[in-house]
């Protein structure tokens, strides 16, 4: 055990300086000081479970994200003449909240609930425009339907890689799919909207592209050599 040489007092073995006089340590007893490694009896930095950290920074990123849009209402409350461009303002700000700040508070980050908040807060905030700019109803004919499409899409393609591992390409071929399916679902509805009919145009181009690259990498699967070869080549 050392003591200081200045004051006498008991020393820790870690310790460099006197605690109460804050004299240097001399021990000349001790052998290659400078090259042990003495643990000290405490930490020297506080260690936040990366999980806590987490969701520190999603609190924080949020009360961040909650000034502006007090300042946006407050000033928006007084010129009322301005319309309601604060909540356009607040309602952006809640969806990209949802989108990205969420899954940071969660400890366990649920796909299921995520797609379900997700889904809600794309039709909130559009709605929220909706209510300020109505004409021809477009939500209900138009946004809402496709809102709900690109959803559903989504839960297809959650279950899917959920049900077991896939491989690259695999996920490639199904994300073809679902952007073919996308682009004629759109270009149907948006037809329909402005002139009664249902009618497919450049959906057609579209899902006639994604089909020759959808057999392209459905073969690449099922030979094994040109998976090979691409697979040393493009990493897929």
Partial sequence: MSYCVNCGVELDESAKKCALCSTPVINLNKQSAENEQIQPPYPDRIVIPKGVRRRYTAA??????????????????????????????????????VLFIVPFMMKKIRVYLMWAFDTFAAVAYTYVFYSTLRGHGWFLRLALPLILVVSAMAL??????????????????????LVSLFSLTADGLIHYFYTETVTFTVSIIIAASCAALMGFFFFATRNTRFHAWLSRKFFV
């Fill in 60 to 97: 924080l990123i949020t009360i961040i994200m909650v000034i502006p849009n007090i300042i946006c209402t407050i000033a928006n409350l007084l010129v009322p003449s301005s319309g309601v461009w604060s909540l356009y303002v607040s309602a952006s700000s809640a969806l990209v909240w």
């Fill in 156 to 177: 297809l393609m959650l279950v899917w890689l959920r049900r077991k591992q896939r491989e690259k390409l695999n996920i490639i071929v199904m994300l073809l799919a």
